[in-house]
């Protein structure tokens, strides 16, 4: 069981024009500065796996894996996305990375519905098929590469409310695809962990950390904010600080014996380096083990 953060907590790409990135060896300095020692992978970082390990290795930084938004709801995309897939995978695996984290790709429609979609307008029984099937295929692909799936649940995606999550858990095999949960996603997209969990908290595989300001989340819907005006305005706070129930799921996770990654997130801060150290303090609190 080890905490790690992700380069979105300094580079969103889901707002460029808005928050610039910065250099990405200032952003793997500021992990460092934070207290992290491992890291999932983003696109503002080396696609160069030499220079990428070199990067790390530099730092301390051990690689966990990346997140990639696949477009598997449409048959047609299934086999080149599988390919694009395993070509981050092999490029993952090259420096110690182990978790693929699958989302659904989404749309300019749902990014903008994110926290209060049209649930008439999701995906048919033939697209929940092709998602589920190519989401199977991908995990058998990754296997004999050392490689696990956790299927991210994501606002702005076709799979972002507790009954779209749910129909994705019961639809793909658990032996094939495991539950990236992220706990703000979660929250953001209308549900609620605790209610989930019971049912499907074996499905866990990977665990993405965010909390949810609830009035913030309250004006995203009243307001029919898109998913980049809801970062804009800082939805996801400090781990602790919203509704998302993190002492709750935390403590349930444990119950069951979870004992994968506790990757922090949070997107958008004011003071990125100091909230990344504030919530890894927080989360070691939760998990009774020691900082770096």
């Known amino acids: 069981m080890r905490i790690a ?6 580079n969103t790409p889901d707002i ?10 200032e952003a793997l300095d500021h992990m460092v ?9 983003g696109p503002s970082m080396p696609t160069d796996a030499d220079e990428l390990g070199q990067a790390l290795e530099s730092r301390g930084l051990d690689l966990v894996g990346a997140f990639v ?8 995309l299934l086999e080149p996305e599988i390919e694009r897939a395993l070509e981050i995978a092999r490029f993952l695996t090259a420096n110690g990375g182990a978790v693929l ?16 979609v049209d649930a008439s307008r999701g ?48 639809e793909t095999d658990p032996e094939l695809v495991g539950w990236c949960l992220d706990i703000g996603h979660l929250a953001f997209g209308g549900g609620d962990a605790m209610d989930l969990l019971p049912r499907y908290a074996k499905r ?29 305005h800082y939805i996801f706070p400090p781990l602790g600080m919203g509704v998302a129930r993190i ?25 990125p380096t100091a909230t990344a150290a504030a919530n890894r303090r927080y989360l070691e609190g939760l998990l009774g083990i020691g900082s770096r």
């Open 69 to 76: 938004g696949l477009g598997f709801r449409d048959a047609d």
């Open 33 to 41: 500065e934070a207290g992290y020692d491992a890291t999932e992978w």
């Open 204 to 232: 866990v595989n990977h665990v993405h950390a965010k909390d949810v300001d609830g009035a913030i989340l309250e004006r995203a819907r009243s307001e029919g904010w898109s998913f980049g005006t809801a970062l804009e």
């Open 16 to 25: 460029p024009d808005v928050i610039p990135w910065i250099p990405y060896g």
């Open 123 to 170: 995906l048919s029984d033939d697209q929940w098929g092709n998602l589920a099937r190519g989401l199977e295929m991908l995990a058998r692909r990754i296997e004999p590469l050392g490689m696990i799936l956790a299927f991210h649940n994501h606002v702005g995606t076709y799979v972002e409310t507790p009954a779209e999550t749910a129909r994705l858990l019961d």
């Open 101 to 116: 984290i699958a989302a659904e790709a989404g749309d300019d429609r749902r990014r903008g519905e994110a926290g209060h």
């Open 5 to 10: 953060t992700a380069v979105v907590n300094w």
């Open 247 to 271: 002492p709750e799921v935390v403590r349930a996770l444990l119950d069951i014996g979870y004992d994968g990654w506790w990757v922090i997130e949070q997107d958008t801060a004011p003071d």
